[in-house]
């Protein structure tokens, strides 16, 4: 049997709305990667689009690529799958991804804090949010992890 050769290497990333995914991890898996999106979703882009999901994403030709970016932007899914229901200011069910659900998320966290909800003032207090006990094991603070400490010049050890 004859292989035939790619001109594409396994080890290129490829590029999916401001995602790099790397080109030998299948395309259930790869899409993944991108924030956002879950195996749920993930599946359901693979059977819609008619995409096989054991191949490979450096197998994916410019046109797939393209209509995975155009789906992502505008999907056509379930109600139950998106990850934002009637939302506050518009009243619409959208589904962010990237960079986009990270801004969203960190402005609710703000006007939570604005209105001084419960949710709100344990943001600001640093406490836990959804109902952790606090009297022993919660994170607390900024994670520090161990420095070196620097030895002034001149002194002898």
Same mark, same amino acid.
């Given at each position: 049997?004859?292989?035939?050769?790619?001109?594409? &290497?396994? +080890?290129?990333?490829? $590029?999916?709305?401001?995602?790099?995914?790397?080109?030998?991890? !299948? =395309?259930?898996?790869? /899409? %993944?990667?991108?924030?956002?999106?879950?195996?749920?979703?993930?599946?359901?882009?693979?059977?819609?689009? &008619?995409? +096989?999901?054991?191949? $490979?994403?450096?197998?994916?030709?410019?046109?797939?690529?393209? !209509? =995975?970016?155009?789906? /992502? %932007?505008?999907?056509?899914?379930?109600?139950?799958?998106?990850?934002?229901?009637?939302?506050?200011?518009?009243?619409?069910?959208?589904?962010?991804?990237?960079?986009?659900?990270?801004?969203?998320?960190?402005?609710? =966290?703000?006007?939570?804090? %604005?209105?001084?909800?419960?949710?709100?003032?344990?943001?600001?207090?640093?406490?836990?949010?959804?109902?952790?006990?606090?009297?022993?094991?919660?994170?607390?603070?900024?994670?520090?992890?161990?420095?070196?400490?620097?030895?002034?010049?001149?002194?002898?050890?």
């Amino acid at each position: 049997m004859e292989e035939k050769k790619s001109n594409i &290497r396994q +080890d290129t990333l490829i $590029r999916i709305i401001s995602t790099d995914i790397p080109g030998n991890t !299948k =395309i259930y898996v790869g /899409l %993944k990667k991108i924030k956002g999106i879950s195996w749920n979703l993930s599946n359901a882009i693979c059977t819609i689009l &008619r995409l +096989d999901r054991n191949k $490979r994403m450096f197998e994916l030709k410019k046109e797939e690529i393209e !209509k =995975i970016e155009e789906f /992502l %932007k505008n999907p056509k899914i379930p109600v139950w799958m998106v990850n934002r229901k009637k939302d506050l200011e518009s009243g619409e069910n959208k589904h962010l991804i990237t960079t986009e659900l990270d801004l969203q998320k960190e402005f609710d =966290i703000r006007r939570m804090k %604005k209105v001084k909800s419960y949710k709100g003032v344990r943001h600001l207090t640093g406490l836990p949010v959804r109902g952790q006990r606090t009297k022993a094991h919660f994170r607390y603070g900024k994670a520090v992890g161990v420095s070196k400490s620097k030895s002034k010049p001149g002194a002898t050890k």
